[in-house]
């Protein structure tokens, strides 16, 4: 059933792409290659995944990092295989024939978004063609829907029963320091399989350990409850206005925010089609890849959200931590998950790494909105720190949750840049 699946997405795609076959037969009638690829395919094709990713089919946010990550490796996997230049994900021939790296980026991200999100079909479709307005119908066009189906259909059958949306249910029983649904949703753990997804990279989270929240009874506890109780209690809090604004502004969806700034700052800086794959490959991986990571460490630790620790601190066992009836976060929705370590630490510890490898540390040139305020970061250590900052001032995490998840993000990242698309020697 998987190949007929593949083959009729394979039919569905040439079919879309009908209006690209050249008026003759002959590719004699071809001159050359697509000259100076339009590097544009590639971001805006990953604006269509986050249309279709968030805006259509209201992926939660943590597992959509998995398909913005399918995505970039099938654009950038179709792209060398015309370009070269760097090595391919998944091992693929060189083309021979002419063939447009534009066609076959959007062929492959096309393909691939119609077989996760098949509700979206009518709408990538025309997405599809209208890439196309402007493109000349030769044999290069036809034989880039070839390089984007194989790079796609390669992928996706990489990718067969990975573990994506495979029962996993969190059954650790409710007692001091263990998550249980937060008010107002009392929501269920969300996504809770994503932990156990194949990674992209590594053999397992294992390869990345992390040294779990502290002990409830430590004095290190104690210090992290206080600092959350009272820089992120909704009223009457520590927090000066300038914290409240950028603990806010990190209250949006951040993979969205982080993706959005990279296509603005490949697109700036000018960057070709081959850099500009590569660039939203390693981002697209890296966050993947941390986040399977990252929700492995909260199902395994399971630990409790500062709102329900707040309120049943006189369960904890630390003297020095006192219950708070009634306290409430600054964010008005606790995420329905457990804190360690932080999905948003993770994301950005990720992303501000690979951001750094590519523009540098302290040259980031970065520009992040949040609903009708941008802001601007040439520092990936600033952005780290206002990002762990902001969600202890939103009341979501505890500083460990944020310092160990950041590095881990940073930790997954170095792993996908010395070891994954790298230069053609």
């Not at 090595?87 to 996760?116: D, G």
């Not at 980031?364 to 520092?379: E, I, P």
Request: charged letters at 20%.
């Amino acid at each position: 059933m998987f190949k007929n699946r593949l083959r009729m997405l394979g039919v569905a795609v040439v079919a879309t792409a009908g209006i690209l076959a050249p008026t003759v037969a002959s590719t004699a009638a071809v001159a050359d290659r697509h000259p100076g690829a339009d590097p544009a395919v590639i971001a805006e094709w990953n604006e269509i995944a986050d249309r279709t990713i968030f805006t259509e089919n209201q992926t939660p946010v943590p597992s959509s990092s998995l398909y913005f990550g399918f995505v970039s490796i099938a654009m950038y996997d179709a792209v060398v295989a015309i370009e070269g230049r760097y090595e391919p994900y998944l091992k693929q021939r060189r083309v021979q024939q002419h063939a447009s790296s534009e066609v076959a980026a959007a062929t492959a991200a096309f393909t691939v978004l119609r077989y996760y999100f098949p509700n979206s079909a009518d709408e990538l479709r025309a997405s599809y063609l209208a890439s196309f307005e402007g493109v000349r119908r030769d044999a290069a066009s036809v034989h880039g829907v070839r390089v984007g189906l194989r790079a796609a259909g390669a992928l996706i059958a990489e990718r067969r029963n990975d573990g994506i949306g495979v029962a996993k249910p969190f059954t650790e029983e409710p007692a001091p320091g263990v998550w249980r649904p937060t008010p107002p949703s009392l929501t269920e753990f969300a996504v809770p399989w994503l932990g156990f997804v194949e990674p992209l990279t590594y053999d397992s989270p294992a390869d990345f350990p992390l040294p779990g929240p502290p002990e409830m009874t430590s004095e290190k506890y104690a210090q992290e409850f206080v600092e959350v109780r009272d820089f992120g209690e909704s009223e009457g809090s520590s927090r000066t206005p300038e914290q409240t604004a950028t603990a806010l502004f990190f209250n949006f969806n951040v993979v969205s925010q982080l993706q959005a700034g990279l296509r603005d700052e490949v697109t700036r800086r000018g960057y070709d089609i081959v850099e500009s794959a590569r660039a939203f490959a390693l981002m697209g991986t890296s966050l993947a890849d941390t986040l399977i990571s990252c929700w492995h460490s909260k199902y395994e630790y399971g630990f409790w959200r500062p709102v329900t620790a707040i309120e049943l601190a006189d369960t904890d066992g630390n003297p020095a931590t006192d219950p708070e009836p009634g306290w409430t976060p600054l964010a008005p929705v606790t995420p329905p998950y457990p804190d360690y370590v932080s999905g948003h630490a993770c994301n950005v510890g990720a992303a501000s790494h690979t951001l750094s490898y590519l523009f540098g540390a302290e040259t980031l040139d970065l520009n992040l909105v949040g609903g009708a305020v941008t802001r601007h970061y040439d520092s990936a250590a600033q952005l780290d720190e206002d990002t762990m900052n902001a969600r202890i001032w939103l009341g979501l995490h505890f500083r460990s949750a944020m310092t160990d998840g950041n590095e881990l993000g940073h930790r997954v990242s170095n792993w996908v840049i010395e070891n994954y698309f790298q230069p053609v020697n």
